[in-house]
């Protein structure tokens, strides 16, 4: 009687953790899936970003914004540099916020006046 009551019990343990072993495979598939989601993103934006603000601060004529740093990691655009005025910080900004597929601007613009 032992012996049968030994042999059911490895049987029985394999039936109580092999649902356990099913929902781990789940769960393992389902995060590979939604991170391979966040991963297809497309991985030429944002130096397509980049290069579009680049080249719309170059093109404005009403302040000189050639010199800013702009960055681009995950559509989350980051402006450095020096400008000249408020206003000019906050033309940079509206310019990068134009720019499509941006999701949010962080303006890290330093604003000192002209010496003189």
Known sequence: MSASTSA???AARIR???PWRRLYAL?????VAVGAG????DPW???RIESEIKARLVEEKSANLTRLGVVSRQAVVRLTGTVSSEEQ????????????????????????????
Do not use: Y
């Not at 966040?38 to 993103?41: D, F, I, P, V, Y």
């Not at 033309?91 to 000192?112: M, P, W």
């Open 16 to 18: 109580v953790t092999w």
């Open 45 to 47: 934006q944002d130096a």
């Open 89 to 116: 910080k906050a033309l940079a900004e509206r310019v990068a916020k134009s720019v499509g597929g941006v999701r949010r601007v962080v303006n890290a613009l330093d604003v000192r006046p002209p010496p003189g």
């Open 38 to 41: 966040c991963a297809s993103r």
């Open 27 to 31: 769960a393992l598939i389902v995060l």
């Open 8 to 10: 059911e019990h490895p």
